[in-house]
């Protein structure tokens, strides 16, 4: 168990719909990523937030947006959704900014769009 | 852009077998690289890191080695077990940039 929680862990939803995943992070770190694994691309990188404000920005559709809030957990949501955007949802932590320092991963949340 | 990737997508084993996981990486700014384990339905799981400044790191029955003069990177893994079944990732990440760049993946199949 690496002490980070994601809910749901599955979901299925219809085209065009929205979503809200949840994450909360390790006790004590500050730093929340998410990322999205599907079988054809693989880990992508979604975003981060580090003690509340964004940090970092990848491929991140603007269907999507994230926040982190004060007591550090964080949401990504996910808006008009496609067939495409299936995929495992995984959320992440570390304690610091995240250069050099160990990121822990949730379980995930898979989330089916039909 | 530059990337990390692997050498063998799938690797067969016989337990009590070494397994050896290959990872090429191209960026040569990268300072910081971790292995990490994911088993089906799970999230990646953390195995082992090195920094740059070091050859070799040896943890429970694994071992991480980093070439930087070819920008190589590898797992070994002592005395294969049928729990080690599983995909592993290599990710890194290199100093000024928080996130990390995790390669496609090497499905290891441990036979009993």
């Known amino acids: 168990d690496s002490g980070v929680t994601q809910t749901p862990k599955h979901l299925i939803t219809a085209t065009g719909q929205r979503v809200t995943l949840r994450c909360s992070p390790r006790s004590g770190d500050l730093s929340v990523y998410w990322y999205q694994q599907s079988l054809d691309q693989g880990l992508q990188f979604l975003i981060q937030?580090?003690?509340?404000?964004?940090?970092a920005k990848g491929n991140i559709l603007e269907r999507f947006s994230a926040q982190q809030f004060p007591d550090l957990h964080s949401e990504l949501n996910l808006s008009s959704l496609e067939l495409g955007d299936s995929a495992l949802y995984f959320c992440?932590?570390?304690?610091?900014?995240?250069?050099?320092?160990?990121?822990?991963f949730g379980e995930g949340s898979w989330l089916t769009v039909v | 852009g530059e990337s990390v990737g692997l050498h063998l997508p799938t690797l067969s084993v016989q337990e009590g077998d070494n397994s050896i996981i290959n990872c090429a990486y191209s960026n040569s700014a990268s300072d910081y690289f971790i292995w990490y384990k994911q088993e089906s339905g799970k999230g990646p799981q953390f195995i082992i890191d090195?920094?740059?400044?070091?050859d070799k790191r040896q943890g429970q029955r694994v071992t991480v080695l980093l070439n930087k003069t070819v920008k190589h990177l590898s797992l070994q893994i002592a005395a294969t077990q049928p729990g080690d079944s599983a995909v592993y990732f290599c990710a890194e990440n290199t100093s000024g940039y928080s996130t990390l760049t995790f390669g496609k993946g090497t499905m290891l199949l441990v036979s009993p």
């Open positions: 937030y580090y003690n509340g404000e964004e940090r």
């Open positions: 090195i920094r740059s400044n070091m």
């Open positions: 992440a932590s570390s304690t610091l900014q995240g250069n050099g320092n160990t990121i822990y």
